[in-house]
C-alpha cells in the first residue's frame, strides 16, 4: 500500500512540476508593452508607425505615443521611462543633446560619437539608416535661376547687397538650434532681421515658399515636396549642416528585457535609404495618405510584415 501511495505521490508531483515549468514558459515569452514615440513632423511619424506596426507583427503589445512636439522633449520622454523607443538623427543628437559646438560631416564619424557618448545616459543607438536627412536651404527654382542664387553663399551675397528685400522662413526650432540661423548666418556672413524673419510650423513652411510668402527657408533634404513644388537645395559650399543619419535609440534596460527588438529595427534601418524616404514623404505631404498606411505599404513590399 505504502508502494502505491509514493507511486501516486510522485505523479502528482510530476504533473505539479510540468505545469509550473509551463506557466513559468508562458511567463518568459510574454512581452512589454512597448511604447513608441515620435517627433511632430511627417518623417518622424512614418519611422514611428513603421516601428509601431513591425513590432506588433513580431507579437508586442504596442502603445502609439507618437507625434510629440520637439526634439528636447522626445528625447526627455525616452530618458525618463514615459517612451521606450524613437528614432534620432545623429546630428541633433551630437549637437543638440550632447551640447557639441562642432559639427560632424562623415556619417560614420558622427554615428560613433553619439553612440559611445549616449551609452553614459543608458542609451543605446541601434544602426543607423543610410538616408540623411540635413537641414537644406531652399528657394523656387525660378528665382534661383534668374538671381544666379545656386549656393548659400550666393544667398548670403544677395541679402547684404538687397537688405530686407527678401523673406527668410524658419521653424521654431531652427531659429534657437546650434546648427540652425544663428550660427548659419554667422559662418555665411549675413543677417536675417525684423520683418525678413517668417518664423511658422514647419509644416506649412513649404507651402508658404511655394504661395510666395516667403522668398527663400529651411527644409529638409529628404522631403517630399521640395521636388514635387519645383524648389531648388541650395548648395551648402562651406559644410556647415552635419549628417543627421537616423537610428533607433532605446534606454538599456527596454533591450535587456527585449533583445529581439534590435533585430526587427535594424533591418528596418538598412533598408532606409534617400529615395525611398523621399517617395514615403511625398506619399503623405502630397498624395496626402496618411502615415499609418504608407508605413504598412512599405513593410508589405519589403516582406516585414504580412
Same mark, same amino acid.
Given at each position: $500500500?505504502?508502494?502505491?501511495?509514493?507511486? @501516486?505521490?510522485?505523479?502528482?508531483l510530476?504533473?505539479?512540476?510540468?505545469l509550473?515549468a509551463?506557466?513559468?514558459?508562458?511567463g518568459?515569452?510574454? @512581452?512589454?508593452?512597448?511604447?513608441?514615440?515620435?517627433?511632430?513632423y511627417t518623417? /518622424?511619424?512614418?519611422?514611428?508607425q513603421?516601428?509601431?506596426?513591425?513590432?506588433?507583427?513580431?507579437?508586442?503589445?504596442?502603445?502609439?505615443?507618437t507625434?510629440?512636439?520637439?526634439?528636447?522633449?522626445v528625447?526627455?520622454?525616452?530618458?525618463?521611462?514615459?517612451l521606450?523607443?524613437?528614432?534620432?538623427?545623429?546630428g541633433?543628437?551630437?549637437l543638440?543633446h550632447? /551640447? +557639441?559646438?562642432?559639427?560632424?560631416t562623415?556619417?560614420?564619424? *558622427?554615428?560613433r560619437l553619439?553612440?559611445?557618448?549616449?551609452?553614459?545616459n543608458?542609451?543605446?543607438?541601434?544602426?543607423?539608416?543610410?538616408f +540623411?536627412?540635413t537641414?537644406?536651404? !531652399?528657394?523656387?527654382? =525660378?528665382?534661383?535661376? =534668374?538671381?544666379?542664387?545656386?549656393?548659400?553663399s550666393?544667398?548670403? =551675397?544677395?541679402m547684404?547687397?538687397?537688405p530686407?528685400?527678401?523673406?527668410?522662413?524658419?521653424d521654431?526650432?531652427?531659429?534657437?538650434?546650434p546648427?540652425g540661423?544663428? *550660427?548659419?548666418?554667422e559662418?555665411?556672413?549675413?543677417?536675417?532681421?525684423?520683418?525678413?524673419?517668417?518664423v511658422m510650423?514647419?509644416?506649412i513652411?513649404?507651402?508658404?515658399?511655394?504661395?510666395? /510668402?516667403v522668398?527663400?527657408?529651411?527644409?529638409?533634404?529628404?522631403?517630399?515636396?521640395i521636388? =514635387?513644388?519645383d524648389f531648388v537645395?541650395?548648395v551648402d559650399?562651406?559644410?556647415?549642416?552635419?549628417?543627421?543619419?537616423? &537610428?533607433?535609440?532605446l534606454r538599456?534596460?527596454?533591450?535587456?528585457?527585449?533583445p529581439?527588438?534590435?533585430?526587427?529595427?535594424?533591418e528596418? &534601418?538598412?533598408?532606409?535609404?534617400n529615395?525611398t $524616404?523621399?517617395? !514615403?514623404?511625398?506619399l503623405?505631404?502630397?498624395?496626402? !495618405?496618411?502615415?499609418k498606411?504608407?508605413?504598412?505599404?512599405w513593410l508589405?513590399? /519589403?516582406?516585414?510584415i504580412?
Amino acid at each position: $500500500m505504502k508502494s502505491i501511495t509514493m507511486k @501516486k505521490m510522485a505523479l502528482v508531483l510530476s504533473v505539479i512540476l510540468v505545469l509550473s515549468a509551463a506557466l513559468i514558459g508562458c511567463g518568459s515569452s510574454e @512581452k512589454d508593452v512597448i511604447k513608441v514615440g515620435s517627433k511632430d513632423y511627417t518623417e /518622424q511619424l512614418i519611422l514611428g508607425q513603421i516601428t509601431i506596426l513591425a513590432l506588433e507583427e513580431a507579437g508586442f503589445e504596442v502603445e502609439d505615443k507618437t507625434n510629440v512636439a520637439g526634439s528636447d522633449k522626445v528625447r526627455s520622454a525616452l530618458i525618463g521611462g514615459d517612451l521606450d523607443v524613437y528614432w534620432e538623427y545623429t546630428g541633433t543628437a551630437w549637437l543638440m543633446h550632447l /551640447q +557639441n559646438d562642432e559639427a560632424i560631416t562623415d556619417s560614420a564619424e *558622427a554615428y560613433r560619437l553619439v553612440k559611445e557618448a549616449d551609452d553614459a545616459n543608458g542609451l543605446v543607438w541601434l544602426n543607423y539608416a543610410p538616408f +540623411n536627412n540635413t537641414y537644406t536651404i !531652399m528657394m523656387r527654382r =525660378a528665382d534661383s535661376e =534668374a538671381l544666379g542664387v545656386a549656393s548659400i553663399s550666393d544667398l548670403a =551675397a544677395y541679402m547684404n547687397e538687397n537688405p530686407g528685400e527678401f523673406i527668410f522662413g524658419v521653424d521654431h526650432e531652427f531659429t534657437a538650434r546650434p546648427d540652425g540661423l544663428p *550660427a548659419l548666418e554667422e559662418v555665411y556672413g549675413f543677417k536675417v532681421e525684423g520683418d525678413s524673419l517668417a518664423v511658422m510650423d514647419a509644416g506649412i513652411l513649404y507651402k508658404s515658399l511655394l504661395e510666395e /510668402q516667403v522668398d527663400t527657408g529651411m527644409g529638409f533634404s529628404t522631403d517630399g515636396r521640395i521636388a =514635387a513644388y519645383d524648389f531648388v537645395n541650395l548648395v551648402d559650399d562651406k559644410d556647415f549642416f552635419p549628417v543627421y543619419n537616423p &537610428a533607433a535609440v532605446l534606454r538599456k534596460e527596454t533591450i535587456e528585457a527585449n533583445p529581439e527588438i534590435v533585430d526587427i529595427l535594424n533591418e528596418i &534601418a538598412s533598408k532606409l535609404d534617400n529615395d525611398t $524616404m523621399i517617395e !514615403m514623404n511625398y506619399l503623405v505631404d502630397i498624395e496626402e !495618405m496618411e502615415p499609418k498606411a504608407v508605413a504598412e505599404d512599405w513593410l508589405r513590399e /519589403q516582406g516585414i510584415i504580412e
